[in-house]
Structure formats: C-alpha cells, structure tokens
C-alpha cells in the first residue's frame, strides 16, 4: 500500500507570493490533515479535511486555506506569504480522523526569503 | 497557550537502558493521548496511544503511562536501542465546544548513545 505522498517536497518562495501544496493520502483514507512544524512551536494543527469539507480548523490565519477533491487528495494554499510561515508542512491521512492513529507524509520544506 | 508541553527538549540515554519520555497537559477535557516518533527528512510515525479510562498501555517495548490528576503522561522505551533516536511528540485530543481539537507538544530529541 503506498504512503502519504507530499509535493513538492521542498519550495523557495519570496514574501508576498503565494504558494499551493498538494497531498495525495493512502488509498481508501477520506481523511486529511495538515500541520505547521517550526523548531519552536512543534507541530501545530492547521486543519482538516474529510469527503471534501473542511471538518476541523487550527488557530491560523485566513491566509492559510485548503481543499480536498473527491478522490480525497487535498491541497493547501497560503496567500501573502510572510517570513513566519517558514516552516515543515505536514499533511497525514487517516480513516476516521486524526483523533486516531494517522499517517504523514515526508512533508513540504517551505523557505520564505 | 501551550496546551501540551514537552519541558525537555533533548534527551540522551545509554543503550540498553530505559528512556523515559514526558508530557504534560492542561485541559483536563483531553480524553485521548498519542505519541509519535520522527526521523529526520520523514514524517512522524505513529507509536502508540492511551485512551483516558486507561492508565497503562503497553505495545513491545514501548509503555505509556497515563496520571489525570497530574495531567501527565510517560512513554517509557525498554531497552533502548540506538535506532530510537528520534524526536518524539506527544499529542492530546479532545471534543471541545462540538469541535474535535488536537494538539501535539513541541517534541523531545532521544538520543540513544552506544
């Protein structure tokens, strides 16, 4: 069975930009999540996605939105990029939710200069 | 607000010896603890996980410990190999306010010295 697939898996992008992440989840998974790891913070919850509706959502600005197509791949999008948002973006896919056990994908390195 | 908290952010252990993680949390509406271990240039994995009615859960080599008057969880690794150096995080989920919220602690680097 394949794992969680993330791309790309590293990005440089400059302040004001905007970038789109993709998650593609194990085959058979209705549920997707996304996370912020910074060396400070850990691993911060940013939402969730199950059968295509946002089900769960982190304390993050509305700058940071995703979606979740019917085949349950899912992307994120973060607009106006700022230096802040530097970070390890973390997508994991579960059956029921991440409340369970999931599994995550190799993540997105994503550097904001 | 760090809901979760992991105060040591490294930790070095003997191989062959226990290690011994630790986690505290502040709302008690937790109902549900998860540990995960990461590689670096990998994603977390998950370990094992404690439901609130337990206070023990025992997978292998790796035992959770679960104190809800203290708000504090252990995950214990016996014996300790070099292959579990790793960051590990602790997680709590809960229902709160007809959401379903989960917070990961900042995690602690193990490494396990030959």
């Known amino acids: 069975k394949a794992g969680v697939t993330q791309t790309p898996r590293y990005l440089i992008k400059t302040r004001g930009q905007q970038v789109t992440l993709s998650c593609s989840p194990i085959?058979?998974?209705?549920?997707v999540s996304w996370y912020q790891q910074t060396p400070g913070q850990g691993l911060q919850f940013l939402f969730e996605?199950?059968?295509?509706?946002?089900?769960n959502k982190g304390n993050f600005p509305g700058r940071f939105s995703g979606r979740q197509f019917s085949n349950s791949r899912s992307e994120m999008n973060v607009s106006t990029l700022e230096l802040g948002d530097s970070a390890l973006y973390l997508c994991?896919?579960?059956?029921?939710?991440?409340?369970?056990?999931?599994?995550f994908g190799p993540g997105t390195r994503l550097t904001v200069l | 607000d760090q809901q979760v908290k992991q105060n040591s952010p490294s930790l070095s252990v003997q191989e062959g010896r226990i290690s011994i993680l630790n986690c505290d949390y502040t709302?008690?509406?937790?109902?549900?603890f998860l540990w995960y271990k990461k590689y670096p240039a990998e994603g977390p994995t998950f370990l094992i996980s404690?439901?609130?009615?337990?206070d023990k859960n025992e997978d292998g080599r790796f035992t959770v410990f679960l104190n809800k008057s203290a708000k504090h969880l252990s995950l214990h690794i016996v014996p300790s190999q070099p292959g579990d150096s790793a960051v590990y995080f602790c997680?709590?989920?809960?229902?709160?306010?007809?959401?379903?919220?989960?917070?990961f602690g900042q995690g602690t680097r193990l490494t396990i010295n030959p």
């Open positions: 994991a896919s579960s059956l029921t939710g991440p409340y369970n056990e999931q599994f």
């Open positions: 085959s058979g998974h209705r549920s």
């Open positions: 996605y199950f059968s295509e509706t946002q089900r």
């Open positions: 709302n008690s509406m937790f109902d549900y």
């Open positions: 404690i439901s609130s009615i337990k």
């Open positions: 997680a709590a989920s809960a229902a709160i306010q007809g959401a379903q919220k989960l917070v």
